[in-house]
């Protein structure tokens, strides 16, 4: 089963959508989520690092970690990451070593920068030029992309956030 360009934006759309319900819970707008060639579709995954004080513990990571999991295989090989930002360093080395064949972002790095989430930096931490990913990374811009970005900061400057304030959110510590 091969999914189409429409499949993909429309579980990124819903992705987007779940995105909007857990920043109101008071989680982050980060989600991962799995889709493979052969029909899986993951659970949704979302930052789990203040839960479970695992700092790898990122959406994009859980939702691997449960599809390889859910596959009882070691590698993502013939699935696809689909974020709703774009992955930081550590999330995209995940995603390289374990072979997924493609990641899908519905919004880029620099669109969340401004946002707040500032993890340029993990790029080089981790040796990864999104130059290089160009065949790789595919953005998939969908209606309310940036939604859960915008509410989260809407939240965190009205006070109505549970997570501490500070001037960046960095993804892994929030």
């Not at 999914?3 to 779940?18: C, K, N, P, Q, S």
């Not at 993502?76 to 930081?88: Q, Y």
């Not at 360093?89 to 620099?110: E, K, M, N, Q």
């Not at 900061?153 to 997570?163: A, E, V, Y």
């Amino acid at each position: 089963m091969s999914r189409t360009e429409a499949e993909i934006a429309g579980l990124m759309a819903d992705a987007v959508e779940f995105s909007l319900h857990h920043v109101e819970a008071g989680g982050l707008p980060f989600i991962g989520v799995l889709v493979g060639d052969d029909g899986y579709v993951s659970d949704f995954g979302v930052n789990e690092v203040a839960r479970t004080g695992d700092p790898t513990a990122h959406a994009e990571i859980v939702a691997m970690r449960t599809a390889m999991h859910d596959l009882g295989r070691s590698d993502l090989e013939g699935s696809w990451l689909l974020a709703t930002g774009e992955p930081c360093g550590l999330c995209y080395s995940f995603a390289l070593d374990h072979r997924a064949d493609r990641i899908y972002v519905a919004v880029d790095g620099d669109a969340v920068t401004g946002q707040g989430f500032d993890y340029g930096g993990s790029y080089a931490a981790f040796g990864i030029d999104r130059a290089q990913l160009a065949g790789i990374i595919h953005r998939i811009p969908v209606a309310r992309g940036l939604a859960p970005f915008e509410r989260y900061l809407d939240l965190r400057h009205r006070g109505i956030s549970t997570r501490p304030p500070s001037s960046t959110h960095p993804k892994g510590t929030s």
